[in-house]
């Protein structure tokens, strides 16, 4: 069994900032990398940002880049999300993704554990 805990949600203004982790744990814990995402209410869940476990190659969706850094600690199979510059758009509940082996996309079908997922509301 594969265990995702997220933390770090919570509530911030606009042009604030957050940090979200993600702990991944369990003895069949096997993933070529890492991702987060997002869902609004009424919204389809939609990629945020990935990361390779193996050379630490990372992806960012447009709307997010230059403002949001993925990292990872490989020892402690651990990933971050650090927020800056935050805007009311960016207002979700965050989930952290396992990625199945051999694929760290922008697709919820590339990943196959999740967490359960951290409220993150950004104030105008």
């Known amino acids: 069994q594969v265990q995702l805990v997220e933390s770090g949600g919570g509530l911030v203004q606009a042009g604030g900032s957050l940090r979200l982790s993600c702990a991944a744990s369990?003895?069949?814990?096997?993933?070529?990398?890492m991702g987060w995402f997002r869902q609004a209410p009424g919204k389809e869940r939609e990629f945020v940002a990935a990361i390779r476990w193996g050379g630490g190659t990372t992806y960012y969706a447009d709307s997010v880049k230059g403002r949001f850094t993925i990292s990872r600690d490989n020892a402690k199979f651990t990933v971050h999300l650090q927020m800056n510059s935050l805007k009311p758009e960016d207002t979700a509940v965050y989930y952290c993704?396992?990625?199945?082996?051999?694929?760290?996309?922008?697709?919820?079908?590339?990943?196959?554990?999740w967490g359960q997922g951290t409220q993150v509301t950004v104030s105008s």
């Open positions: 993704a396992s990625a199945k082996l051999g694929r760290v996309g922008v697709q919820t079908f590339d990943y196959d554990y």
């Open positions: 369990g003895r069949s814990f096997s993933s070529s990398g």
